[in-house]
C-alpha cells in the first residue's frame, strides 16, 4: 500500500478543510500515472488525497473515512467492486459516495458491477473536467 498526503493547509487560503471529511478524497488506483493525475488535480482544488494502489484502500478509509473514494475496478488484492462491498456494509463509510474509474467496457461493467452500491462511473480514458466535475457534485 502507497499513501500520499498533502500536507498543505488550504483552509488559509478559504479552501477546503482537509481535517473534515467533504476536504478528503480517497484514491484506489494501482496505475501510478493516473493515480499522480488524480492527485495533483484533486490537489490543486484543495482537496486532501490519501492514494491507495491495492485492496488495502478499505483500511485506508476505515482508518479516517474521506468525503469520496474514486477506486479502480481492477486492483490487485481486493478489487475495486470487493472494496465498494466492504465500504458500503460499514457504518462508518456506508454513505461515503463511491466513483469507479475505469477503462473496461459497457459490458463487462454490467457483469462487473452487479449488486455493488456506487454513485457514479468515470471512463478512462478521462478529461480533467469531467472528474472535477463528479467530484464536485458529491463534495461541492
Not at 494501482?30 to 491507495?52: K, P, R
Not at 488484492?77 to 474509474?101: H, M, Q, S, Y
Request: proline residues 6%.
Amino acid at each position: 500500500m502507497r499513501i500520499a498526503e498533502t500536507g498543505e493547509d488550504v483552509t488559509a487560503r478559504g479552501e477546503r478543510d482537509p481535517r473534515s471529511p467533504a476536504g478528503r478524497v480517497l484514491v484506489a488506483e494501482d496505475d501510478a500515472n493516473i493515480a499522480e493525475v488524480l492527485v495533483s488535480l484533486l490537489e490543486e482544488e484543495g482537496y486532501a488525497v490519501t492514494v491507495c494502489d491495492d485492496g488495502h484502500a478499505v483500511l485506508a478509509a476505515l482508518d479516517e473515512p474521506p468525503g469520496l473514494v474514486l477506486l479502480d475496478v481492477l486492483l490487485p488484492g481486493l478489487n475495486g467492486v470487493e472494496v465498494c462491498r466492504w465500504l458500503k456494509a460499514d457504518p462508518r463509510t456506508r454513505d461515503v459516495p463511491v466513483i469507479f474509474v475505469t477503462a473496461l467496457g459497457a459490458d463487462l461493467l454490467t457483469t462487473r458491477l452487479h449488486g455493488c452500491s456506487y454513485n457514479g462511473i468515470i471512463h478512462k480514458p478521462f478529461t480533467l473536467d469531467a472528474v472535477l466535475a463528479m467530484v464536485h457534485q458529491y463534495l461541492g
